[in-house]
């Protein structure tokens, strides 16, 4: 599982609160990113990390920041909650491996649920 | 820009019979290609990868896939199914040329039914 956690796993909030989701790695990883899965669109990327403090939007940053101050965690932050922020939410990190480049690992995954 | 296709939202297949998912890329660069599975209520798993070494890719649980860049395509295939391999598959692109941030992008998925 390459040392993933997410927490929380399961969330139910309601409409325009902020709700804050924690990915945490235990094996100093640079890149981390956080993408959200919706049934028909397979899974898109939200913002991702290439270090500490160093952030950048992806394809679906609308309504989402996050922030990384230190290697082994990366928040995801909802400002203010809607219901089309209901999804599956998954943390990935890069890692090298060997001499056949890098891949992707994703933790467990976040189902948040915006009543 | 990368972009993958997924020409099919659900696959089919008898228990014992052969699997082909099929997947079309788009990609400026020479693309990493890669396949995940998701089981129901599980996280995404890595089957296997293609990046610019063999074009016939072997991955784990008997998949393979070939990389054919005449016809833009990463097709999925398996010989014989087996009911444990029920799932939704993802065919992904990652991003390359200078910046190479390791950014996927997935196609919509297929689902494979098997049946007994």
């Known amino acids: 599982d390459a040392g993933i956690t997410q927490s929380p796993r399961h969330k139910v909030t309601e409409t325009g609160t902020p709700v804050t989701l924690r990915c945490h790695q235990t094996e100093n990883h640079r890149y981390m990113y956080w993408y959200r899965q919706d049934p028909g669109h397979g899974l898109r990327l939200i913002h991702y990390?290439?270090?500490?403090?160093?952030?950048d939007k992806g394809e679906v940053s609308d309504g989402y920041s996050v922030s990384r101050s230190k290697t082994e965690d990366f928040l995801l932050t909802l400002e203010s909650a809607t219901s089309s922020q209901t999804s599956v939410y998954f943390c990935?990190?890069?890692?090298?491996?060997?001499?056949?480049?890098?891949?992707?690992?994703f933790g467990p995954g976040t189902r948040l649920t915006v009543t | 820009a990368q972009s993958v296709t997924q020409l099919d939202s659900h696959v089919s297949v008898s228990e014992g019979t052969p699997v082909l998912l099929r997947c079309n890329y788009s990609?400026?660069?020479?693309?990493?290609l890669f396949w995940y599975v998701q089981h129901p209520n599980k996280g995404l798993q890595l089957l296997l990868k293609y990046t610019s070494a063999a074009t016939l890719v072997k991955g784990i649980n008997g998949f393979e896939a070939e990389f054919k860049k005449s016809e833009t395509s990463f097709h999925l295939t398996k010989p014989s199914a087996h009911m444990s391999d029920a799932a939704e598959y993802f065919c992904?692109?990652?991003?390359?040329?200078?910046?190479?941030?390791?950014?996927?992008?997935f196609g919509q998925g297929t689902t494979l039914q098997v049946k007994p």
């Open positions: 990390s290439y270090g500490v403090k160093d952030t």
């Open positions: 992904v692109v990652s991003d390359g040329g200078s910046s190479n941030t390791g950014k996927l992008i």
């Open positions: 990609s400026s660069y020479s693309p990493s």
């Open positions: 990935a990190i890069r890692a090298l491996t060997g001499t056949s480049g890098y891949e992707q690992y």
